[in-house]
Every structure is written in C-alpha cells, then in structure tokens.
C-alpha cells in the first residue's frame, strides 16, 4: 500500500485519521470515503490522499466524499481545499489555440519552446510557479495584468472563460456568501484578510500610588470571515459588504449581486413631523447608499431623521439604545411622530422578549438574543452609536444580516479610534454638524458661560454650588451627580436651605418622575439633583444651568450632560459650571480627560451668538453650516 505514497504526494502533507469515539456505523462510512481517495501508511497509521484516487471520481463524488471525512476523520479545510485544487488542476481543462492549455486553475502547457519562452521572461515568470512538474498562474488576481503581458511581449491570446472572473453574492443564513468559480491561496489570502476587523483595548497607566496618569491603546484584531472551500464560497457578514463589492471590483472581478429586500412591513404609519433644512440634507445623503453614520451634535434632532428613514423605507426595522430610558422615549416618538401605537412595537429589554416588525432592543438584550433576531430586519438604526464598538456590541452590527444601517451619535469620534471600527460596520460618516451650527440654525442655545471651579475639599465643593445657585435664584439648575450617596447628601443639603429642590435617580419610578418634571416645569421647584440617569435616554425639562458636581472622565456623559441645558428659546443663553475637588486624585484626572470638551462649545466669535440672541439679532451672523451651504 505504501508504494503508492510517492515525492510529490508526501510534499502535500495530506495526511488524516479517523477521529476517535465513532460508532460501527461512522467508522464503515469514514472507511469507505477514505478509500476513495487516499491510501493506508501502516508506518504512522495514517491515511493519505493521493492525486491518482482523487482523479479517479467526478466533482460531486469528490464533494460528497471530503464531506464524509471532514466530519468523521481529521482532515481540515485547507487540507480539502489542496484536494479540490489537485481535482480541478487535473481534470477540468480549455484548449486554445495557442498550444497553451488553460484550466480553471490557468495550468498553462504546450511546447517546450513556448514554455522556455515564457520561464526566462522576467515580466511574466514572476506570475508563473512550477508544480508537480506543470506550469500555473500563481493567482487568479494575476489573470487579467499576464493575459495583457503575454500578448503584448509573445504575440500569443489566452482565452479563457470569462465566468472565471465573476463572482455571485447572496445573501443566505443571515450571512454574505461570495461564490468563486476558483479559489487559489492568494486570492483566499486577500479576501479573508477583509475581514480581519481591528480594534483598540485602552489600558490605564498607573502611578506608584495607583494614581491615573493616562492611558495607552493596545490594538486588538478579529476575524469574521471564512472559507467554505467545497462550494468555493466566502461566508462573511452582510455588514462587511461594500467592504468586499470594492475589493472584488478593484481585483478585476464582474460582481452579480443576488440579493433580494427583505419585505415591507404591513403597519400602517402617519406622519406627524417635517424635517428641518439639516435633517432633510442628512437623510438624503444617507439614501444613496442607505448605509452611513450622521453625527449631529446633541439637541439637533437625529432621532427625526431615523423616524423618516423608516416611513420612507417601510423595511422591518431595528431600533438599538443604550437604556430603558432610551427605549421609551423611542416608543414615545414612534406613537406621537408616526402614528404606531405602542401594542403593533416589538421590545427586548426592561423584562420584555416581544419581536415585532418594528422592534427597539437595547444593546445588551441584542447581545443576548442575537439568534432570534439577526435575520429579522432590513433596516437597523444605531442610536448612540459611538457604544457600537464595545467589546459585546460589536458582535450585534457583525451578526445582524441588515442591508441598511444607519448609525447617529453627536460625537461618534472615540478616544480609542475605534469610531473606525463603527464605520467599518455601519457604513461611512456622511454628515456632520457642530454645535456652532445648531446655534446659528436656533437648534440650540449658545453657552454664555462656562466655568470650572477647583476646590480642595467636599465642603468647599458643596459651598461653591451654593454660591451658584445663590447667583442665580431663580435660573432652572440640573446638578449632576455621579454616585447615589452624593445625590441624596445634596439634595438633603438644599431642601435644609429652604431651596426649591427635586431629586431623580435611577431608583426613582417613573410615574414619580413624571411628576418631579411637571413640578420643574411649572415652577414648583427650580433644581433637579440627578444621578448619571439622566446623562443619556430620557427628555428632560427644559433648563438655564447645568452643574457638574461630580463626573466621569467620559467625554460624552459631559456633552449630553451639557446638551440637557441646550434647548432653543428665543432669547435664551446657556451656563455650564463644573466644580471639581483637585484633592481627590480620581476627580482631578476625570476632570482631565474630559477639559477638552470645553472647545466644542467656545468657539470662536461665540460672544456674537450670546449678543445676538439676548439682542433678538441672531440671523445677522452666518454658521459654518450656512456657509457650507451657500457653496452649493
């Protein structure tokens, strides 16, 4: 048996064995499948394929046999992939006229002048590998530049089936599938290179007394794409699919793209909202592609731009959030904007499992039911979508089989780099508006004052906050706390100060809630003291002052933090004050990270917003985004 195991078939290295733990019957097939194509080396115990027994059977045998031993014998998939390759260099051949041979796999034969011709050329041999005593193109990527070259240099045409170079894409089992008529080692190399996504871990620089002092990124990389080397197809995922339609085209590859929409919905929807001039130019970009990321800053309405993406699309959508809060203020939108009572919405979070065609899943129940809904929707709408790239949320925009994306974030920018990664998945950044636009727009009021206050202890911290609000007495004040024991102290600390006072925190139920917001509003009471609740999710009263008590270094809790004072009235000027203990090593490295948020709001020429609005004069001072306009 062993004579048959010659030079070239041990170079291959194709050598398995039968996995252990199968019954009678698994064994009798794994043999049976072994014998057609390989022999017995009684030396190690192995089997080994070998070129003659592959040839001996046509495709769909040789396909139904590797499918045998993959599952019952060790045989891996670059093994079959080698096998599939000796099968189809051996077998499947195309005359030309040219005494040239070409197979699917370009085996170029034919006279040995021709071929001494074509060795010693220099420009083409760098194309060209010798293998089992035979010529190839190393790579089908090649074919295009060497079939030019070896007319222009020899004079002779090499024709070849124009099918070789187009690939179908489908869309099927909630992932891509890209099919090649062949497959060599470079090409795979390439392909599944795409699909190598990288990201950034940031890992805390500690001093000699565990004090932070900064931080460094570690860059991380994954990869979600494979080969099915039987059915000569690339598996990936659907949000990687312009990624691999530029990659083919620019590789010389016809794409057919086979995808089909998924259906409309069946709901019936009105439309009780228009779009401002930045929201209508924002949606328009994103319906080219209906992929992309909008990032307007904070009060600038994106949630009205998703809300007309899914009345014009009617595709089952996903709505993705961060919070509870989050959830409901989209249900909120989806009653009052579009007319969808709240019964016809799917929810997953807050204790509800319920998919419907237009659903709202916080990220972190998305995570957990992937399964039940990565195959479910059309369109999927990332809100807060700089939280896309966290460790577990990103399997969520990879396994979701959505054609259409579209992610909105004031600041989509991370300090990790990994906004990348969110672009990378959910489509390019189309559109992007600063605060200075929002104001000139009135959006948003302009920030008359914003001041840091550094003191050195809790009760110089908690005196300074009453000299704030002692400044402004009557002036609407969110105070916002990072810890529940610090909310509680203040808010015990002011009521005893006779303030008009209302405390809300993550505890606090939100018929409660309701009632502590009407109580802000009609001025029963003048100041909210809040937990990080109220940082993302939940529509808060409008207000004149925010304080930061306490804060993370988190550059986005301080923007929405700051965004929850931003609301337009005419007339209106914002103030922002921060009060940060420099003797708690945490809290002055907090404030650290996040000062740089001050030049998204201090622009300059912002003194001309605050007099123009205070003067009623505000359209006498054009924006960025009104000049970006007048160049159309």
Not at 52 to 66: F, G, H, Y
Not at 171 to 180: E, G, P, S
Not at 467 to 492: C, G, M
Request: charged share 30%; net charge positive; glycine share 4%.
């Amino acid at each position: 048996m062993t004579s048959m195991v010659n030079d070239d078939d041990k170079k291959l290295r194709l050598y398995f064995k039968n996995k252990k733990g199968l019954s009678r019957y698994e064994f009798e097939e794994f043999l049976a499948s072994a014998r057609k194509i390989a022999v017995f080396n009684p030396d190690d115990k192995t089997w080994v394929a070998v070129p003659q027994k592959i040839n001996e059977l046509n495709r769909s045998e040789l396909e139904a046999t590797l499918h045998v031993l993959r599952r019952f014998s060790t045989l891996n998939e670059d093994q079959v992939r080698e096998i599939l390759l000796i099968h189809t260099s051996q077998r499947e051949h195309v005359g030309s006229k040219d005494s040239l041979i070409l197979t699917e796999f370009l085996q170029i034969r034919g006279s040995k002048e021709v071929l001494d011709k074509i060795i010693r050329d220099e420009k083409l041999s760098e194309f060209l590998e010798i293998k089992y005593g035979r010529i190839y193109l190393k790579s089908l990527v090649n074919l295009s530049v060497f079939t030019e070259l070896l007319h222009k240099e020899h004079g002779i045409r090499l024709e070849h089936d124009p099918d070789l170079m187009t690939v179908k894409v489908s869309r099927k089992d909630a992932v891509l599938q890209i099919q090649f008529k062949v497959v060599d080692r470079t090409l795979s190399k390439i392909l599944l290179d795409e699909g190598v996504l990288t990201y950034n871990i940031e890992k805390p620089i500690l001093g000699p007394n565990n004090e932070y002092q900064g931080s460094e990124l570690v860059t991380r990389t994954f990869r979600v794409s494979k080969w099915n080397w039987i059915e000569k197809t690339l598996v990936a995922p659907i949000a990687l699919i312009d990624k691999y339609i530029a990659k083919l085209q620019s590789l010389g590859f016809k794409v057919e793209t086979l995808i089909e929409e998924k259906p409309s919905f069946s709901l019936t929807l009105n439309k009780a909202f228009s779009l401002l001039p930045h929201q209508q130019e924002a949606l328009e970009l994103w319906m080219r592609r209906k992929r992309g990321t909008i990032a307007i800053f904070t009060r600038g309405g994106k949630s009205f731009i998703a809300l007309e993406a899914i009345y014009r699309l009617r595709k089952p959508t996903l709505i993705l959030v961060t919070t509870q809060e989050l959830m409901t203020t989209w249900l909120d939108y989806l009653e009052k904007y579009l007319g969808l009572p709240r019964r016809f919405v799917g929810i997953l979070g807050a204790g509800e499992q319920k998919i419907r065609e237009i659903t709202i899943a916080t990220y972190t129940s998305a995570v957990k039911y992937i399964d039940h809904i990565k195959d479910k929707f059309e369109l999927a709408i990332f809100d807060e979508a700089h939280h896309v790239p966290a460790t577990t949320f990103k399997n969520v925009a990879i396994r979701l089989d959505s054609l259409y994306r579209l992610a909105l974030s004031a600041t989509p920018t991370r300090r990790d780099n990994n906004h990348n990664l969110l672009y990378e998945l959910c489509g390019e950044l189309l559109y992007t508006l600063s605060y200075e636009d929002l104001v000139r727009l009135k959006v948003v009021a302009p920030i008359e004052e914003y001041r840091s206050y550094f003191v050195q202890s809790e009760e110089e911290k908690l005196a300074k906050l009453v000299e704030i609000l002692n400044t402004y007495p009557s002036a609407k004040t969110l105070v916002f706390t990072q810890y529940l024991k610090t909310a509680e102290k203040i808010y015990s600390s002011l009521r005893e100060r006779g303030y008009k006072v209302v405390m809300i925190t993550g505890e606090t139920p939100t018929a409660k809630r309701e009632l502590v917001f009407k109580d802000f509003l009609e001025g029963r009471a003048n100041i909210i003291v809040s937990t990080t609740v109220l940082d993302e999710g939940i529509t808060v009263p409008d207000a004149e002052i925010a304080v930061i008590f306490e804060g993370s270094g988190e550059v986005r809790q301080m923007i929405q933090r700051i965004g929850r004072v931003l609301g337009y009235q005419p007339g209106k000027t914002s103030k922002v004050f921060e009060i940060v203990n420099i003797s708690d090593p945490h809290e002055k490295y907090a404030y650290i990270r996040r000062s740089w948020v001050r030049e998204l709001y201090l622009f300059k020429g912002l003194d001309k917003y605050v007099r123009a609005v205070k003067n009623g004069k505000i359209d006498e001072i054009k924006s960025s985004y009104q000049r970006r306009l007048d160049t159309f």
